[in-house]
């Protein structure tokens, strides 16, 4: 059976006529993207592939045995319910958990078998309560990114503070300094080496740390440098650009993401007065006239869509052409169909992918709506059902 044939079959079962949506998954490009960056890495620094956001859209469970599947070392989860839902999957799985919980919440990753980071006293105080053996933990360091972690100022000493603790052992400690222009990787390498210098300290006063960890998907891109042992990838494993194409390479990698598509539920000719949008808009004011057909697809808002920003023009794609979007709300977007003869309700869109000879990419989104390509693929997360490629 060919791949388009088994899309269709996927298709038919998973898609409902009620919400005619769907989001494609290419399986097979996590396994060409895992090769590439093992080649960038190298084969003796430990792989934690990403998995938050539901695996940026991707769906967190397929990808997680996926990766699992090619030998990552650990799986780095953002969120308690999705990290359960891995753990009942892939029972030996080493599950890190970001920072995201109280350390009331501590008790329950303990349960489950999930290495917590640790980023403030508190949770560290949590773990040795709660925990009833040594139980690892990964410490986190801010070394710039300004938002959870021990200042690298602060963080030998707390480190140190945290080690001696009962049943706490530091298996790792890693840092995250995010950046996506040249100015920023200066910055970047800079806190690099500064953490680096901080964990030799710690060594040199006795203190074993097994893992560290330091780049992530920009860092192994821009080749900062570092004496870590691990990196910590989201981006470049899902074929995303995590930086403008035109400061780094990115050509080798393949999108996860495959296509994201919908079907019109709604045409509508042209007639005297016709307006696309609201009848009334903010205060009262009129939506403005518009002149051709217009046709409707059930992806909205709350799909994980985002209307474009100002002087921006959305497009998607039907019948090999490129049509613009004219609106988006909570529940549908209306496109403009006037160059399209005889529209009829069924066919297909795609808001993402290739039709034709034409494609939209991540890339186009991410411009679209002025946001970038994580936070594109995260919205579209949870409402539609994915197809699964490869």
Known sequence: MGSEKRISTQRDLLVSPT????????????DHNMTVVRRMIGSNVRLHACIKSGAYGCDVLEVAKRFSDLGADALCCGSFDEAVMVRAALPNMQLIMFG??????????????????????ELAGAVSVSADKPTKVHIKVDAGGGRIGFPLHQAKSAISEI???KNVVVEAVYTHVPFTDLSGKDFAQQKTTEFCDMVEALRSEGLGIPVTQARASSGVIFGLQDNCNAVAISSLLYGKASAPRDLADFSSLRPALRAVKSQLIHVLPDFPGKTVGRTTG????????????TGVIPFGWRDGYAPSTSRQTAYVLMRGKRVPVLTVNSE???????????????????IVGTDGDETITLDDLSEWQGSGQSAVLARMNNRSPKVFVN
């Open 19 to 30: 919400r005619p949506n769907w989001v494609e998954v290419d399986l097979g490009a996590l």
């Open 332 to 350: 549908l977007s209306v496109i403009d169909l006037t160059d399209l003869p005889d529209p009829r309700i069924g066919e297909q869109v795609t």
């Open 282 to 293: 903010v205060h009262g004011r009129q939506a403005a006239p518009f002149s051709g057909a």
């Open 100 to 121: 995201a919980t109280l350390p009331e919440g501590i008790p329950l990753y303990l349960q489950h078998g999930l290495t917590p980071t640790i980023h403030n006293i």
């Open 163 to 165: 080690a001696s603790m």
